[in-house]
T-cell receptor
Framework: QKEVEQDPGPLSVPEGAIVSLNCTYS??????FMWYRQYSRKGPELLMY????GNKEDGRFTAQVDKSSKYISLFIRDSQPSDSATYLC?????????????FGKGTLLTVNP | NAGVMQNPRHLVRRRGQEARLRCSPM?????VYWYRQLPEEGLKFMVY????????ESGMPKERFSAEFPKEGPSILRIQQVVRGDSAAYFC??????????????FGQGTRLTVV
């Protein structure tokens, strides 16, 4: 079983739709959770991070963490064509190794105008 | 303020040759991380370096791969005697602090290595 599982998609939605992206993980030591966005042929850019269970909102984006179920989600409201990209979840353990991120494979999202 | 600069963007090598990938961190950043993205795989941590020091190389293959971050100049990821399985996108990230939860790590655009 991989440490982090993420459905690669592809996921195609119409403009304005609510998008739900998810990851599950098996390592109970993961304490920090991140979502990155990666446009084609570009490097990943950090969208959101959180270290506690619950919801964190930033504009149209909401990150949700459920540590008891080892499940994290990213919701995108009012999706735009510019949101079309690959979304990567990433996690790290508490302590000195929190620079060492474990990534999911990424979900390719297309938002159609 | 330039971002993390990686070069070359694309690199083609024949089997058995050496590949050198360069990464210039953002201004003021002294922590550099290398990740590899194999086809159909997620990004995998390779190595974490500070100036002149390798801090954690637990993700580096035991043979043929090495990394350095000299006092002056870019960080270099070196792959000797490349094989087809080394074909991947190699990303570098930098931060001014190792605790990524307090300070964002910025990724470069990557070097896409193709071994023919």
């Amino acid at each position: 079983q991989k440490e982090v599982e993420q459905d690669p998609g592809p996921l195609s939605v119409p403009e304005g739709a609510i998008v739900s992206l998810n990851c599950t993980y098996s390592n109970s030591a993961f304490q920090y959770f991140m979502w990155y966005r990666q446009y084609s042929r570009k490097g990943p850019e950090l969208l959101m991070y959180t270290y506690s269970s619950g919801n964190k909102e930033d504009g149209r984006f909401t990150a949700q963490v459920d540590k008891s179920s080892k499940y994290i989600s990213l919701f995108i409201r009012d999706s735009q064509p510019s949101d079309s990209a690959t979304y990567l979840c990433a996690m790290s353990e508490r302590g000195g190794s929190n620079y060492k991120l474990t990534f999911g494979k990424g979900t390719l999202l297309t938002v159609n105008p | 303020n330039a971002g993390v600069m990686q070069n070359p963007r694309h690199l083609v090598r024949r089997r058995g040759q050496e590949a050198r990938l360069r990464c210039s961190p953002m201004k003021g950043h002294s922590h550099v991380y290398w990740y590899r993205q194999l086809p159909e795989e997620g990004l995998k941590f390779m190595v974490y370096l500070q100036k002149e020091n390798i801090i954690d190389e637990s993700g580096m293959p035991k043979e043929r791969f090495s990394a350095e971050f000299p006092k002056e100049g870019p960080s270099i990821l070196r792959i000797q005697q490349v094989v087809r399985g080394d074909s991947a996108a190699y990303f570098c990230a930098s931060s001014h602090d190792a605790t990524l939860m307090n300070t964002e790590a910025f990724f470069g655009q990557g070097t896409r290595l193709t071994v023919v």
